[in-house]
């Protein structure tokens, strides 16, 4: 079965474990511009929507999403919380690069860098790339079964962009 | 000729490239308490005394030191500024993680992390590592001649450091 590429609204995200960097890089498209994609990331009543797998609720304990601001939010569900926290190093309109840390494991830190691809007719391609300081931590993270709470996250965002203002 | 370790006050920074990770790490011994060392690093007066090398001048542009505040400053002299910018991931007494841009480099982003060891005796040892995602990028910069602005500024850090409270 063949899809035109002009019916697909979106595609599942891929996920690759780069060979010779301790890099994880996420590919997906979305039927968005990069200004809703980007509002979509940093809006925090739009990100607390979609955020994370389901099942789970997204409280926002700060946010300051601008260059050099930062953030902290809790996920709560399936018995547990869970706090995740950062810096944002830049916000501009194709790109936004932030720190990243889980509170359970507090000494790791992931350098992420997502740029916003326009594809054109209302069209995005977002390239997500999580860099680390070692290969058996970012393996680690892929044996986690990750890619649920990806996957399940961009279905909520593809759900909502028709709420968010092109 | 040997030197006995109490008599020694540091030693040279060790500069060193990861074989296995886009990473450079630096090791430099301090006549300082981490306590000093984390002032040093973090109080934007003292910082501005000794970052860099010999014949320019620093000027803090924004400073907020705390986890989840940023920085950036101004490098000034050989004919030339250079200007500097990041966030402060986390700050806590025995560690920094920060990014780190060079303007004129803006999609360059490095991840940071500063540990102060106690060694006792009033002395510590930093461990510096800075972590970036292409071995191309981190061996230019090795090739950059930055050994000069880590070695003399860190000659200049240890002539402060008998200023810097405990």
Redesign the interface.
């Known amino acids: 079965m063949t899809t035109s590429p002009s019916t697909r609204t979106h595609t599942e995200a891929r996920i690759e474990a780069d060979p010779?960097?301790?890099?994880v890089r996420i590919t997906r498209d979305f039927a968005a511009t990069p200004a809703q994609l980007l509002r979509a990331h940093t809006d925090p009543e739009l990100f607390a929507r979609w955020v994370g797998p389901d099942g789970m609720r997204t409280r926002i304990v700060?946010w300051?999403a601008r260059?050099?601001?930062?953030w902290?939010y809790v996920a709560e569900g399936h018995g547990g919380e869970f706090g995740f926290?950062?810096?944002?190093?830049?916000i501009r309109p194709d790109r936004i690069?932030q720190?990243f840390?889980f509170d359970g494991e507090p000494d790791g830190?992931a350098?992420e860098?997502l740029v916003f691809e326009d594809l054109g007719d209302g069209r995005t391609r977002l390239h997500a790339?999580s860099?680390v300081?070692?290969?058996e931590g970012r393996d680690a993270w892929l044996r986690s079964g990750m890619e649920v709470g990806v996957d399940q996250g961009y279905a909520k965002l593809d759900a909502l962009l028709g709420d968010v203002p092109a």
Chains 1, 2 share one sequence.
């Open positions: 010779d960097l301790p890099v700060h300051d260059s050099g601001g930062s902290r926290h950062g810096c944002f190093h830049e690069v720190t840390t830190v350098l860098t790339q860099l300081d070692s290969f």
